[in-house]
């Protein structure tokens, strides 16, 4: 493999650094579950959330949770369908605390339905 020392720099980059920021991830995790199941018409266990991953049900608003993903999209926030119910969030270094209340807010807004996906 040519140039493989840009790869094995990344990964010890991913190695070095990220374990330093597992428990911040976790943390924010728990916060968004917390948050979650504080919206109505989101189904969410926050005893369950162990790690950085946060899987939650929309049925309950009314909206796929595909239409529920692209109208966060449009707002910035990226979190993906797993199902037509399900969707799934995931914290990482890239999401600080601030990043995760403006997200609650954003998907508070969506399954109240304020806001919608353009039609032009």
Do not use: W
Request: charged share 20%; glycine share 10%.
């Amino acid at each position: 493999m040519r140039q493989a020392g840009v790869l094995a720099a990344a990964g010890l980059i991913a190695l070095e650094q990220n374990p330093r920021h597992l428990g911040e991830d976790h943390r924010n995790a728990r916060l968004m579950a917390r948050g979650l199941a504080r919206i109505p018409g989101i189904q969410v266990d926050p005893t369950k959330v162990q790690t950085n991953i946060v899987m939650f049900d929309v049925s309950s608003t009314g909206l796929p949770a595909a239409e529920i993903s692209a109208r966060l999209k449009q707002r910035g926030v990226l979190i993906n369908p797993i199902g037509t119910t399900l969707l799934r969030l995931v914290t990482h270094y890239d999401v600080d605390r601030e990043g995760c209340e403006l997200a609650l807010a954003a998907l508070a807004d969506v399954a109240a339905g304020v806001g919608s996906l353009a039609t032009s």
